[in-house]
Each structure stands twice: as structure tokens, then as C-alpha cells.
T-cell receptor, first 116, second 114 residues
Framework: DTGVSQDPRHKITKRGQNVTFRCDPI?????LYWYRQTLGQGPEFLTY????????KSRLLSDRFSAERPKGSFSTLEIQRTEQGDSAMYLC??????????????FGPGTRLTVL | AQSVSQHNHHVILSEAASLELGCNYS??????LFWYVQYPGQHLQLLLK??????LVKGIKGFEAEFIKSKFSFNLRKPSVQWSDTAEYFC????????????FGSGTKLNVKP
């Protein structure tokens, strides 16, 4: 069973640098989600894709954040000009419309970002 | 906007003790409800879910949760915890109008003493 994978697992960067994270969903899943989790909080929704279309974006997703899913498979989340407040765990999840429970989301291990 | 409250931030129990973790949500419409668990060093995993029907839902590892619509609650229970239940537990909700957007509580860390 190949679950959701994320790369890298950890990223340390200096303030002002750009970072990019990758998420590979479960292969038959057409929906992909990004969440951000800070210490002591639950995951907060950022955005989601159905196939290659980005259908919803949270207000948390400032102009410095951009997400893509060019071929409807893997997705990337880029943060430009990182700030210390961007330090968090970035989680990816996927789901399928083809199951009895289309909105059951399967989570990846996350990418922990530290901005110095 | 929807919100989810988990009032117990940290719970410490001895093995064999009973567990109940509170979860309340605010949303006026029809919701789906979930409990996720995150074991140390692992990713979030679904513990159980409620979509419709019997409000008492049974999940994996002996966990269950009861949806009480009048109280906007979905509390998680286990009659007898084990050391291996040490983890962080998150309650989550989405609406049937927009089921792609999950709202999570802040989590409850459960520490079971052997």
C-alpha cells in the first residue's frame, strides 16, 4: 500500500528564501489537499485540487504561497520570501470520489519547515 | 465559519482506565465527523468517522464515538486504554455542503502510563 508521500520531510531555510515542497497522493485519488499545522494546533486547511484544478484556497494562503498540480498527480507547494511565521508542518492529504466515503482524507507524513 | 473545540489539551491515564475525549463543533448545517490519531513519529490516521445513521460509531482499536446532534458533540471513548494508545487525537468536521474542507480541533495529547 503506497500511501501519501511528501518530500522533503524536513526543511531548514533562512528568512527570505524560497522553498518548494512536493506531495505524491495515493495513485487513484483525484483530490489533493494542503494543510498547515503549527505547534499546539490542529491542521488548518490551505487549499485543495480536484485533478489539476485548484478549487478552493484559504485566506491563510497569502500571495507568497502558490500550489500547483500540473498533471493531476503530484502537487507542489511553494513559499516565496519565507518568514519566520511560516515555520510549521505542511501536510498533504488525498481522497477519491470513487469510494463509498469520498471525503475520507488520507494524510502524508508532512514536511516540517523551519525558517531561521 | 465552522470551528471545532477540544477542551482537553493533555490527558494522563493509567492503563485500563476509561477514556473520554470531548469534541464540540459549531456549524448549523449537516456535518460529517471524524477522529484522527497521530502516534509519536507517525502521520495522521483515521480512527473513526460518522456520516449518517447510527450515532454510535465504532472505530479501530476498540475506540468508539457518539454523535449527539443536540449538543453538537462527537466525544471519543474507549473503555480500557493501553500504553499503545499514547498519541495525539484530533477531532475534525466537514459539512455536507463543502466536504472538501476539513476543520480540525487543536488536539488532545493522551499519555497512558504503563
Amino acid at each position: 500500500d503506497t500511501g501519501v508521500s511528501q518530500d522533503p520531510r524536513h526543511k531548514i531555510t533562512k528568512r527570505g528564501q524560497n522553498v518548494t515542497f512536493r506531495c505524491d497522493p495515493i495513485s487513484e485519488h483525484n483530490r489533493l489537499y494542503w494543510y498547515r499545522q503549527t505547534l499546539g494546533q490542529g491542521p488548518e486547511f490551505l487549499t485543495y485540487f480536484q485533478n489539476e484544478a485548484q478549487l478552493e484556497k484559504s485566506r491563510l494562503l497569502s500571495d507568497r504561497f502558490s500550489a500547483e498540480r500540473p498533471k493531476g498527480s503530484f502537487s507542489t507547494l511553494e513559499i516565496q520570501r519565507t518568514e519566520q511565521g511560516d515555520s510549521a508542518m505542511y501536510l498533504c492529504a488525498s481522497s477519491s470520489t470513487g469510494t463509498p466515503y469520498p471525503n475520507e482524507q488520507f494524510f502524508g507524513p508532512g514536511t516540517r519547515l523551519t525558517v531561521l | 465559519a465552522q470551528s471545532v473545540s477540544q477542551h482537553n489539551h493533555h490527558v494522563i491515564l493509567s492503563e485500563a482506565a476509561s477514556l473520554e475525549l470531548g469534541c464540540n463543533y459549531s456549524y448549523g448545517g449537516t456535518v460529517n465527523l471524524f477522529w484522527y490519531v497521530q502516534y509519536p513519529g507517525q502521520h495522521l490516521q483515521l480512527l473513526l468517522k460518522y456520516f449518517s445513521g447510527d450515532p454510535l460509531v465504532k472505530g479501530i482499536k476498540g475506540f468508539e464515538a457518539e454523535f449527539i446532534k443536540s449538543k453538537f458533540s462527537f466525544n471519543l471513548r474507549k473503555p480500557s486504554v493501553q500504553w499503545s494508545d499514547t498519541a495525539e487525537y484530533f477531532c475534525a468536521v466537514n459539512s455536507k455542503d463543502n466536504f472538501n474542507k476539513f476543520y480540525f480541533g487543536s488536539g488532545t495529547k493522551l499519555n497512558v502510563k504503563p
